[in-house]
């Protein structure tokens, strides 16, 4: 599965938008990145997927360039509860694997 | 809330002991997974099991034993453990290999 690199750290202004980059250049075309996030001590919480099309969801949405080496994950109106640790992972269609990456961890300042 | 449970949330155990983490889903999800995360680390792929057969194994030390009993139980047997295992570890299903992956909020883990 191709390998993701993201920023080790960001942070972002309560109420503004948070774009966390991704860049997946070896992407092949059957698979699929995903996005979690991971708040001190617990489990990754899925936030969502796609594979060529944009997509938005309640919690973000997910800009994948049209080349598809990288993606970038917008949090339209982030709070201070959406600070944590956040993976992009690419997953091939059909496979067993799910490696994270060592991810960004954003914080909010109010 | 998580429909992943996992139990127990925290354990100590000595180097000699046997022990075993637990994770149960009722969500009929066919595919779980283990996970080994170190403070500050991202979660690292031990096991993954496929309608109850073991898919994959990350080259784990054969003192971590997986089972899965049946389609809504993993279970993972610690046994002979070393300080260096301490870690919080992590359970997940899916339905499936094309479906996001589910987490319990995990076991943190201490071996003394």
């Known amino acids: 599965d191709a390998k993701t690199t993201q920023p080790p750290s960001m942070d972002c202004a309560e109420g503004r938008a948070a774009n966390l980059p991704c860049n997946h250049s070896?992407?092949?075309?059957?698979?699929?990145v995903y996005w979690y996030r991971q708040i001190h001590s617990q489990g990754p919480q899925y936030i969502i997927h796609g594979l060529k099309n944009n997509e938005t969801n309640e919690m973000a949405s997910l800009i994948i360039t049209e080349d598809r080496k990288s993606s970038t994950l917008i949090l339209p109106h982030a709070t201070l509860r959406d600070t944590a640790v956040y993976y992009c992972?690419?997953?091939?269609?059909?496979?067993?694997?799910?490696?994270f990456g060592t991810g960004t961890s954003l914080t909010v300042i109010p | 809330d998580t429909e992943v449970t996992q139990t127990p949330k925290h354990l100590v155990m000595g180097m000699t002991n046997k022990k075993s983490l637990k994770c149960e889903q009722h969500?009929?999800?066919?595919?779980m997974y283990w996970y080994k995360q170190k403070a500050k680390k991202p979660p690292e792929l031990m096991f993954v099991y496929s309608y109850e057969k073991l898919s994959i194994n990350e080259s784990v030390p054969s003192r971590f034993s997986p089972e899965c009993p049946n389609s809504s139980l993993l279970n993972l047997h610690l046994h002979a453990l070393q300080p260096e295992d301490s870690a919080l570890y992590l359970c997940a299903s899916s339905p499936g290999f094309n479906s996001p992956l589910h987490f319990g909020n995990g076991t943190r883990l201490t071996v003394t």
């Open positions: 070896t992407i092949s075309g059957n698979e699929y």
């Open positions: 969500m009929g999800h066919r595919a």
């Open positions: 992972i690419v997953r091939r269609l059909g496979g067993n694997q799910f490696y």
